[in-house]
């Protein structure tokens, strides 16, 4: 048998995405999730424009020969938009060939190492009696994790803090779809590192210390604010601080490992192996961070957890709604078979999502299981996805309080 149609589809409910459809010349569809948050077309041109003509004819059974002929055959490597392209072409074969094995596709990853995935909600408030609501709303649901961001007193609107009032789930959205250019949102780091120690301090106070606590700190500070914040919240026992300092410079985080044992999390911007060699080999991380759909797809990412396995580095794997419900199952299907699991971001997809991309995965007191279903186990109703027309939506854009450009 062989790829017969390789086809991108792109839709907007609530938020874009953009989603390969591969089908077979025996008429088998496996789907690939290829969104790339603020930048969907350049990924959906790759596709379209680049990658389809090179797959009609191949055998969709030979995933690895088509992965590395997907990633050395172009001579220009990694990079998000290109790392994208290949995950969803990967994530589509291996729908394709667990729907042909008739069996869900943790079965072909060595099959069920538990009984479910451990995953954590996003609990965020404008000030800290919104986020002690929020994080009530998710223990009332089962959750035994919540990330915790709130605001900073001095700072409007920051990166992770929903504005739409107390409750349990926020539909925060950070890309807008409002013209052609970026938001703006303002930062000082000063406030936040003086903020927030006494936020987790409450926490603690309130909620008790079996709570699994996590925290992301976007990429906002320098390696030496790193350590210091990394320090200073080592008395409230968090699960994960997460991109303390941009991780690209992956030798920064030797500094904070001097100062704190706060657990690191990083790597959901990295798309390649390499992004993290120095950073698992003298263990100074703690999690992978990536996602399935932004690192080359279930080939590459089985191969990135099981080089971190041998270091004692965990799975953390990347699961905002910007990851689609087909990224987020595949996700799923990998922690439930890996050994090295950490736990599992789960941002729950609005309702329109849910209409467009039918999923077989299930939430219980606070663990996801990918379901029984043949393939990945999610389906793509295409009349729903053409009710949502794409919009351009972008990333805000960061500066500090003097107008300096800094990261989001
Ligand atoms: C965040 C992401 O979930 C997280 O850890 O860092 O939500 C990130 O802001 C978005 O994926 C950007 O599109
Ligand atoms: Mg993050």
């Keep these: 048998m062989t790829i017969e149609l390789v086809d991108v589809n792109i839709t907007s409910p609530g938020r874009n995405f953009v989603t390969l459809k591969i089908t077979t010349s025996d008429g088998i569809t496996g789907l690939g999730d290829a969104t790339l948050n603020g930048r969907e077309l350049a990924v959906a041109s790759y596709l379209a424009d680049h990658v389809a003509s090179m797959l009609v004819g191949r055998d969709e059974d030979r995933i690895e020969d088509t992965w590395q002929y997907l990633y050395r055959g172009p001579y220009w490597r990694r990079g998000p938009v290109t790392m994208a392209a290949i995950a969803a072409v990967d994530m589509a074969l291996w729908d394709i060939k667990a729907k042909k094995a008739g069996m869900p596709l943790y079965q072909l990853l060595g099959g069920a190492s538990r009984e479910g995935v451990r995953v954590y909600a996003h609990a965020s408030g404008t000030d800290y009696a919104a986020l002690k609501n929020a994080i009530t709303g998710y223990e009332e649901l089962g959750y035994t994790a919540v990330r915790v961001q709130t605001g900073v007193p001095g700072l409007g609107q920051i990166y992770g803090v929903s504005s739409s009032g107390p409750g349990v789930r926020y539909d925060y959205e950070p890309a807008k779809r409002s013209g052609d250019r970026p938001s703006e949102e303002r930062w000082d780091t000063r406030n936040y590192l003086n903020h927030m120690p006494g936020v987790f301090a409450s926490i603690r106070e309130d909620f008790g210390s079996d709570l ?68 698992i080999t003298e263990r100074l991380i703690d999690y992978v961070r990536s996602a399935v759909t932004h690192t080359g797809g279930i080939t590459a990412m089985k191969k990135l957890l099981d080089f971190a396995a041998i270091y004692g580095i965990k799975s953390g794997i990347h699961g905002p709604t910007d990851i689609s419900p087909v990224g987020m199952a595949a996700a799923l299907h990998l922690d439930l078979a890996i050994h090295n699991f950490g736990i599992q971001e789960y941002m729950p997809h609005n309702a329109q999502t849910l209409e467009v991309f039918q999923t077989s995965f299930t939430f219980d007191k606070g663990f996801l299981h990918p379901g029984d279903n043949p393939g990945l186990g999610v389906e793509l109703d295409e009349d729903a996805a053409a009710g949502h027309e794409y919009t351009k939506a972008y990333l805000p854009v960061n500066r500090l309080l003097d107008g300096t450009v800094h990261d989001w």
Excluded at 216 to 237: L, Q, S
Excluded at 241 to 250: A, V
Excluded at 266 to 278: A, K, L, M, P, R
């Design 212 to 279: 699994r606590i996590l925290h992301d700190g976007h990429h906002r500070m320098t390696p030496i604010e790193a350590a210091r914040f990394a320090k200073d919240i080592e008395p409230y026992d968090l699960f994960w601080l997460e991109d303390c300092t941009p991780g690209e410079d992956q030798t920064a985080l030797r500094l904070v490992r001097q100062h704190s044992t706060t657990p690191l999390a990083i790597g959901e911007v990295f798309n390649s192996v390499y992004d993290y060699q120095t950073l």
